[in-house]
């Protein structure tokens, strides 16, 4: 009986699961096409970093009086941007979070890319950035039908394949053996954590709604999972020991009609140099 019932409860998220992702799906088609007009008809720069920036009050009845103030000048706000603080991103955490509650994370590959990545709905952080303004680029973001602290078994991550080189555009270079090997180790930092991944495949497929999947009743059932997703693989690294938990990284792709290039990495390591109680 209890199976029965475990396996009804599975039935009925799938197809939960299948209409919200044809959902997305459908969204991020519509919106990818809006991306390339407005990117063709200008000549699009890449979307800035976040970067901590101070606390100004203004009075929204007059102009600021020009006179010297103690807030740090825009220069040296600058020379603290957040990729480039020289392996101490959660140095800037708080301050970042305070920008935006949204925050969870800040993804980090090596001559790749330094972004931020956020947790809300599968819907806002498509064309808003992080400061919440509207942005064709977005923001990065995690399903929101994961865990906030990235302890669900599959984490899904998603990113615009940006034209200018933003976003997520190069995860989808994974798909070459040579970038897969050169680019295979990736770290989320987490206010609490730093999250060490490693590549594991490259697929480039279709949107399916069990390419979402979160939930798994046994570890029998996520490694057979596990193998499922990266079967077909363009480019891949040999599956050594269990994999605890699987994250994904997906955006679209180009070789046919409604594609998407999935990263697939398994955990290595965790570890907690600071926690930063903001989240």
């Not at 409860?9 to 919200?20: C, D, N, P, T």
């Not at 090596?110 to 806002?124: A, F, G, Q, W």
């Not at 490693?198 to 399916?208: F, G, I, Q, R």
Request: proline content about 5%.
């Amino acid at each position: 009986a209890c199976a029965a019932l475990w396996s009804a409860y599975q039935l009925a998220g799938f197809g939960e699961r299948y209409v919200q992702t044809r959902r997305l799906e459908a969204r991020l088609s519509a919106l990818h096409s809006a991306e390339v007009q407005a990117e063709d008809a200008q000549t699009a720069e890449p979307a800035q970093t976040p970067e901590p920036t101070p606390v100004e009050t203004e009075n929204p009845t007059q102009a600021p009086a020009a006179e010297p103030t103690a807030a740090p000048a825009k220069d040296a706000v600058k020379s603290t941007v957040y990729h480039a603080m020289g392996g101490k991103p959660l140095a800037q955490m708080e301050t970042l979070h305070a920008q935006n509650h949204d925050l969870v994370a800040w993804i980090s590959i090596d001559n790749v890319l330094d972004l931020p990545v956020v947790y809300r709905d599968n819907s806002y952080y498509l064309t808003h950035d992080f400061n919440k303004n509207k942005s064709t680029a977005g923001t990065i973001f995690l399903d929101y039908a994961d865990r906030a602290d990235f302890s669900s078994l599959h984490n899904v991550l998603y990113g615009h394949h940006m034209k200018n080189g933003s976003m997520f555009k190069d995860i989808s270079r994974y798909k070459d053996q040579g970038y897969f090997d050169q680019h295979s180790e990736i770290i989320l930092y987490t206010p609490k954590r730093e999250i060490h991944l490693k590549a594991l495949a490259a697929v480039c497929t279709s949107p399916d709604a069990i390419r979402r999947k979160t939930e798994f009743a046994s570890g029998e059932e996520f490694a057979s999972y596990i193998q499922q997703m990266t079967a077909g693989a363009s480019a891949s690294a040999p599956i050594e020991g269990t994999i605890v938990r699987l994250y994904s990284f997906v955006t679209c792709s180009y070789e046919r009609d409604d594609n998407r290039t999935y990263v697939h990495l398994s955990l290595i390591h965790i570890s907690e140099p600071t926690r930063l109680d903001v989240i």
